[in-house]
């Protein structure tokens, strides 16, 4: 008799439970809980998108200031206008030192520097390369139909 009212026990125990379980998923699939649980996964995927909008910015800035730095657009270069005349009647400017301890001052001198201090100006040095012939492959090399 004990065994019979023990196992009825947990027949209503799982029937319980079947129907609290088919009451929640009936609730969720209305149009209105549908339609709310829409609205907030657009509003969560929104600020999501914000939030990454802004992560970029400020990585951009970020990475704006490192350039201007390694550069030396950040004011630490001296610059002194051009001796020779130019066309357009507007000054060209250049660099000519850059701050200390900055990668720009371990660079050598460039060759147009080196040239305008000996008064002659540079030519560009163009190297040969020998070219060299493709191998043939066999058939046509255009044909779009193999």
Known sequence: MVRRIF???VG??????????ANEAVHRLTPDSLSGTAARGALHLGDLAKQFAQDVK?????????????LG??????VEPRRRRVLRGEPQYRAISAAPGSPAAALPPSSSARASSN???PTP??????RRALP???????????
């Open 125 to 130: 040095a163009i190297e040969k390369t020998p």
């Open 73 to 78: 657009l950040d004011g630490t270069a001296v």
């Open 12 to 21: 209503a125990g799982a029937t319980v439970w079947a129907m609290n379980k």
């Open 58 to 70: 400020a990585g951009m800035a970020e990475r704006e200031d490192q350039l201007r730095e390694d």
């Open 7 to 9: 196992w009825m026990a």
């Open 119 to 121: 008064g002659a100006r």
């Open 136 to 146: 043939q492959q066999g058939g046509t090399p255009n044909r779009k139909d193999h």
